[in-house]
């Protein structure tokens, strides 16, 4: 039987081929019996033929010593007795034609015996009449015409009977034999019955066993990565699970492959680590970064690598990560091979299956570099350089006031010119400062409940002056009623940069609009200027540091590019959101075009004053 079978049609076969045995052995049996039934109808035919017969013998026997009888002793209950069996010898002789009347051979000997019967009968009623009429003569030849008849019948029915006999002693043996037959066949059907399904169990199940504990084999020869058997022949559920083990092997080599391949050539330092922070594995990206090969980091605790300074936080966090079962980041510095640090962001997990620490390290020695580098500039440029400038403000503002003498008006005009750009200089640096705290979480806020028209009249007067310079009229349609949480002075420094712009980029004699409207919890103002616009493109990264719209008008004086960015890490800072809109988008409702800038700070609760401090 082939091992292309499915499981399914083996279950089939165990099942069915013993059944259809159970079938044809059931068949067999009926077929015996019905034998059997038919022997023991032919039997009881044969004994009820032999019966009659005999019975017919008796009846003509007793009718004639009943004819004798009535005579001699001249009674009339030998003559009715006579009469009656008369009767009884024709209702016998119709019994008698009955039961043979399916049977050829019984039916022509019953013919036989009938036809001597009725002589016989008709000789005995003779040989009565001659008695009846004492004519002695008549009734001798007639009672010897009836024993003549009588040896003819008895001749017959002997004849019938011995031929039922035999076919009795025949029934009886073939019954016998019938019924040793029926014996040998139940007990041999049910024998091979029990063979058959032990046999076919076992042919399935040696297969199916050894297949499956192949199965199982592979299974656990994939989970340690170990080469598979052969795969399993056949076509059932067994060899396509097999071929199933043999695809996903090859996945996972493929997989595996890659994932070695990245591990090798990954630039971070990728490595795994047991409960007491031994390294156990180690990708070669430590011999570029920390000069050590693997090999030689092999068995040693990542502390007799880490800086004095950072022990106690590696430890912590590595403890934190195994006992917490979660992610951690950290920074430590790791000693090189030359004797120098290297700076290290850390990312770690726990594996409780493998009971392992798995680690990426990536260098961020550049990082800190940079960082140390701006740390450095922003110290030169707040000392080095913003107390130079205030200086040298100061001494501006004393000539201004002829503190050294009257100054000529070329004198004059050129101090002006060195007093603005001293003010943009300090501006800028200022700015510059600025940024550096909001980024390094430094700047301080001072969170209090302010009237948005009180933010927006002291940014409104600050820049009154430039206004006037273009003959610019600023509207403001804020709700005196209106309050926001923030603080004011760094909100007023927001709007201020915007009002700014919008009269930078404005034409003479136009308006900007200050308007607000609520959205969702927030207060939103908006900055709407009818200037040539900010392009849709440039709607995001305006607000990036050191970005601006490129200037075609050389009468329009550049900035910074650092005031947007100010602003938006300002509005940032309170939980609020920036943005402006472009000509582009459809909202400006102006045939001159402009530019609407708006920032939204969180709705403050009326009646409710309070000072929140917010530092990084």
């Excluded at 990245?262 to 970064?289: G, Q």
């Excluded at 680690?359 to 701006?374: L, T, Y």
Aim: aromatic share 6%.
């Amino acid at each position: 039987m082939s091992l292309n079978f499915k499981l399914s049609h083996k279950a089939l076969i165990l099942v069915a081929v013993p059944l259809l045995f159970e079938v044809i052995f059931l068949v067999t049996i009926t077929g015996i019996l019905h034998q059997l039934e038919q022997e023991n109808l032919r039997e009881t035919h044969a004994r009820d033929v032999e019966a009659a017969a005999n019975s017919l013998l008796k009846l003509l026997l007793q009718g004639g010593t009943a004819s004798v009888l009535s005579r001699l002793s001249n009674r009339e209950d030998f003559e009715k007795e006579y009469r009656s069996l008369s009767d009884k010898v024709n209702q016998r002789s119709l019994v008698m034609r009955d039961l043979v009347k399916d049977n050829e051979h019984e039916r022509a000997i019953y013919k036989r015996l009938e036809r001597v019967t009725t002589d016989l009968q008709a000789d005995i009623a003779s040989a009565h009449d001659a008695l009846l009429q004492n004519d002695q003569v008549q009734a001798m030849r007639g009672w010897m015409t009836v024993n003549k008849r009588m040896k003819e019948m008895f001749s017959c029915a002997d004849q019938l009977v011995e031929e039922q006999q035999e076919i009795q002693l025949e029934k009886k043996r073939a019954a016998a034999q019938g019924r040793e037959r029926l014996k040998i066949v139940i007990a041999g059907g049910v024998l091979f019955n029990i063979l058959l399904a032990i046999s076919l169990a076992v042919y399935f199940n040696r297969g199916t066993s050894r297949r499956m504990s192949m199965l199982v084999d592979n299974s656990i020869r994939l989970a340690q990565k170990l080469p598979l058997h052969p795969p399993i022949g056949g076509g059932d559920e067994i060899a396509q699970v097999d071929e199933a083990f043999h695809r996903m092997e090859r996945a996972l080599m493929q997989a595996m492959r890659k994932e070695r391949a990245i591990v090798a050539n990954a630039v971070d330092v990728i490595c795994s680590m047991d409960a007491d922070f031994k390294l156990t594995a180690i990708n070669p990206a430590c011999h570029t970064s920390w000069g050590y090969r693997p090999n030689e980091l092999i068995g040693k605790r990542l502390i007799s690598l880490t800086a004095k300074e950072d022990i106690e936080l590696v430890t912590a966090s590595l403890r934190r990560v195994i006992q917490d079962s979660a992610d951690c980041s950290f920074e430590a510095r790791i000693r090189k091979s030359n004797g120098t640090y290297a700076d290290t962001s850390w990312s770690a997990n726990w594996s409780k299956d493998e009971e392992s620490l798995f680690c990426v390290a990536h260098d961020i020695s550049g990082r800190k570099e940079i960082e140390r580098m701006k740390q450095d500039f922003v110290a030169m440029v707040s000392h080095d350089l913003r107390t130079p400038l205030t200086s040298v403000q100061g001494f501006l503002s004393l000539l201004s006031i002829d503190a050294y003498g009257e100054l000529n008006d070329t004198g004059k005009e050129s101090l002006s010119l060195t007093e603005d750009s001293v003010d943009r200089l300090i501006a800028l640096v200022n700015d510059l400062l600025d940024i550096e705290k909001m980024e390094s979480g430094m700047l301080s806020l001072q969170i209090e409940n302010c009237k948005a028209s009180d933010i927006v009249k002291r940014a409104v007067d600050a820049v009154a002056s430039l206004a006037a310079q273009k003959a610019i009229n600023i509207k403001s349609s804020i709700q005196e009623h209106s309050e926001v949480k923030a603080d004011g002075d760094r909100i007023v420094q927001v709007m201020v940069n915007l009002l700014g712009n919008a009269i930078k980029f404005s034409p003479e004699g136009s308006d900007i609009l200050i308007a607000e409207r609520e959205v969702d919890g927030f207060i939103e103002l908006q900055v709407r200027d009818f200037g040539r616009g900010i392009p849709k493109h440039l709607t995001e990264s305006i607000f990036d540091r050191f970005k601006q719209v490129e200037l075609s008008d050389e009468k329009v004086e550049g900035g910074s590019g650092l005031g947007l960015a100010i602003c938006k890490a300002i509005v940032e800072r309170h939980g609020g959101k920036i943005g402006v809109d472009s000509p582009d988008d459809g909202v400006i409702g102006h045939p001159a075009g402009g530019s609407q800038f708006w920032f939204r700070l969180p709705k403050a609760t009326i009646g409710q004053m309070s000072d929140i401090k917010v530092a990084g």
